[in-house]
């Protein structure tokens, strides 16, 4: 079975910074593109950033451009977001999953950014 554990979330400050993990058991996360979603409240789920497991290219959404890099350790089958300057708008629950949305959802690490 596969499953996915975020953690590292909480309340920060405007401006401050957090990094997200995600472990993965139940598949190598070496064959799959690894990806961040968020959810804010009232709003649908997003694309936050994803890896490619072939040349770790990486992609973000426009709005976390420059404040946030997606990284991955597939030795421990681990992804992470590091999260820099973070602004009141990036308040949200964070999952990982692979890019394709294949597998069920963990239960998410929840960010609060105060203004």
């Known amino acids: 079975q596969v499953r996915f554990v975020e953690s590292g979330g909480g309340l920060v400050q405007t401006g401050g910074s957090l990094r997200l993990s995600c472990k993965a058991s139940?598949?190598?996360?070496?064959?799959?593109?690894m990806a961040w979603f968020r959810e804010a409240p009232g709003k649908e789920r997003e694309l936050v950033a994803r890896i490619l497991n072939t040349g770790g290219t990486t992609n973000y959404a426009d709005s976390v451009k420059g404040r946030f890099t997606i990284s991955r350790d597939d030795a421990n089958n681990m992804a992470y977001l590091q999260m820099s300057n973070l602004q009141p708008e990036d308040t949200a629950v964070y999952y990982c999953?692979?890019?394709?949305?294949?597998?069920?959802w963990g239960q998410g690490t929840q960010v609060t950014v105060r203004s």
């Open positions: 139940g598949l190598l996360t070496r064959f799959f593109t």
């Open positions: 999953n692979d890019a394709a949305q294949s597998w069920a």
